[in-house]
């Protein structure tokens, strides 16, 4: 069965400070990968994503950026940490024989004090 | 940008009660998903209805779809209070195309 993994749960970071949070998928080959940001209380609101290794769609132009250097990895990254990243980061990957359903991880609370 | 539009925002209901969720999306869609989510965690899938079908069950879940009113509704009868949770409608399409989420209706369900 396919599990997807995502650490931190929980990181609390400085302004100004990089950031890098990683998320794992096991079980599937070439999925689609993508990250979410969820403010409290509110939708999502999706980052990035990734059809393939090497392989990132933009979907909000921002100081994150993320990477996905292995078929079932996917890196979120920032140089310079803002008080406005601060959030529910969330992970979830799609595959070709699970049809269009996507999977989420568990997510990771950031706070950026 | 969210092509879903979730209402009620919130709703609060005793426990036994039937709970309706309703969305709201703007373009053509292949698929039309709803999610639960409990507070501080994932996403978690709860149907898929294609846009060829009008009504689909799963257990307690009755979600219908109307494509000429690019409007859908999440029906959860007899509610518990384990269903206290988040409510995402998420519409997608064919291909590599990332589905697009709504903003979500907080459903409280008393004991």
């Known amino acids: 069965s396919q599990t997807i993994h995502q650490w931190p749960a929980t990181l609390v970071q400085p302004v100004g400070s990089p950031l890098s949070l990683e998320c794992t998928v096991e079980?599937?080959?070439?999925?689609?990968l993508y990250w979410y940001r969820q403010a409290a209380g509110r939708g999502l609101q999706l980052l990035f994503y990734s059809v393939g290794i090497g392989q990132i769609s933009s979907e909000v132009p921002q100081n994150l950026s993320a990477s996905r250097p292995q078929d079932r990895q996917f890196i979120l990254s920032s140089k310079k940490l803002l008080l406005s990243d601060s959030g529910f980061y969330l992970c979830?990957?799609?595959?070709?024989?699970?049809?269009?359903?996507?999977?989420f991880g568990p997510g990771t609370r950031l706070l950026v004090l | 940008s969210q092509q879903g539009e979730e209402d009620p925002q919130a709703l609060s209901i005793q426990e036994g009660e039937n709970a309706t969720m309703n969305c709201s999306y703007k373009?053509?869609?292949?698929?039309l998903q709803w999610y639960r989510q409990n507070s501080g965690r994932g996403l978690v899938h709860l149907i898929l209805i294609r846009s060829n079908e009008r009504e689909k069950h799963s257990g307690r879940l009755r979600v219908t779809l109307d494509t000429s009113k690019k409007s859908s509704s999440l029906l959860i009868t007899a509610s518990r209070a384990a269903d206290t949770a988040s409510y995402f409608c998420?519409?997608?399409?064919?291909?590599?195309?990332?589905?697009?989420f709504g903003k979500g209706t907080r459903l409280s369900v008393i004991a």
């Open positions: 998420a519409t997608g399409n064919s291909g590599n195309t990332p589905l697009v």
């Open positions: 079980g599937t080959s070439n999925p689609n």
């Open positions: 979830a990957w799609r595959g070709l024989a699970e049809g269009e359903t996507q999977y």
């Open positions: 373009t053509s869609i292949n698929n």
